[in-house]
């Protein structure tokens, strides 16, 4: 994928948002495999029941997690955060895996055989997450907010101005 945002619709019923520049294949009903790009992958009971793995060169996202994010750099690095649910992280070259918990985000690094707690911060996904969550375009100035994001108090009925133009999306 050269530029833009595709989703994919697994025959299990998991739907994977890719924002390019992204190099990715769809490995079966059940699996994905992203080389390079951004990924966010939304599961369905259907879907997690008999497993889905979103997997790169540097690590692979199996069990659980609903709605989960990847960030595929090289291939000794990425990204993985999860948005909601729990899921299982796993260093497939260096034999090691994890839990990650909602709004916990890793970094595995290959080169120095160690996986990294990094701050969660889910802006990378902007972009994909809106498209995966069925806004695919608007009119307008359109907030989507991400998982974890403070929410803003929109005003109240005659508390704004008629300025006000921007609205969120929660």
């Given at each position: 994928?050269?530029?833009?945002?595709?989703?994919?619709?697994?025959?299990?019923g998991a739907e994977m948002t890719v924002e390019g520049p992204a190099e990715f294949d769809v490995v079966?009903?059940?699996?994905?495999?992203?080389?390079?790009?951004?990924?966010?992958?939304?599961?369905?009971?259907?879907?997690?029941?008999?497993?889905?793995?979103?997997?790169?060169?540097?690590?692979?996202?199996?069990?659980?997690?609903?709605?989960?994010?990847?960030?595929?750099?090289?291939?000794?690095?990425?990204?993985?955060?999860?948005?909601?649910?729990?899921?299982?992280?796993?260093?497939?070259?260096?034999?090691?895996?994890?839990?990650?918990?909602?709004?916990?985000?890793?970094?595995?690094?290959?080169?120095?055989?160690?996986?990294?707690?990094?701050?969660?911060?889910?802006?990378?996904?902007a972009r994909a997450w809106g498209v995966n969550a069925g806004i695919s375009r608007n009119t307008g100035?359109?907030?989507?907010?991400?998982?974890?994001?403070?929410?803003?108090?929109?005003?109240?009925?005659?508390?704004?101005?008629?300025?006000?133009?921007?609205?969120?999306?929660?």
């Amino acid at each position: 994928l050269r530029a833009g945002v595709v989703t994919v619709t697994f025959g299990s019923g998991a739907e994977m948002t890719v924002e390019g520049p992204a190099e990715f294949d769809v490995v079966g009903a059940r699996a994905a495999f992203v080389h390079s790009g951004v990924a966010v992958l939304s599961k369905n009971a259907a879907s997690d029941a008999g497993g889905f793995a979103l997997r790169s060169d540097a690590l692979d996202l199996g069990k659980g997690g609903d709605t989960v994010g990847l960030v595929a750099n090289s291939s000794a690095s990425a990204e993985a955060v999860v948005f909601k649910g729990d899921a299982e992280i796993c260093l497939p070259k260096l034999g090691f895996c994890r839990d990650l918990f909602p709004q916990e985000a890793v970094r595995a690094d290959l080169g120095r055989e160690k996986l990294f707690d990094i701050p969660y911060n889910p802006n990378v996904f902007a972009r994909a997450w809106g498209v995966n969550a069925g806004i695919s375009r608007n009119t307008g100035s359109l907030a989507v907010a991400l998982p974890g994001q403070e929410r803003n108090s929109l005003p109240q009925a005659g508390q704004g101005s008629q300025d006000d133009k921007k609205v969120q999306l929660f």
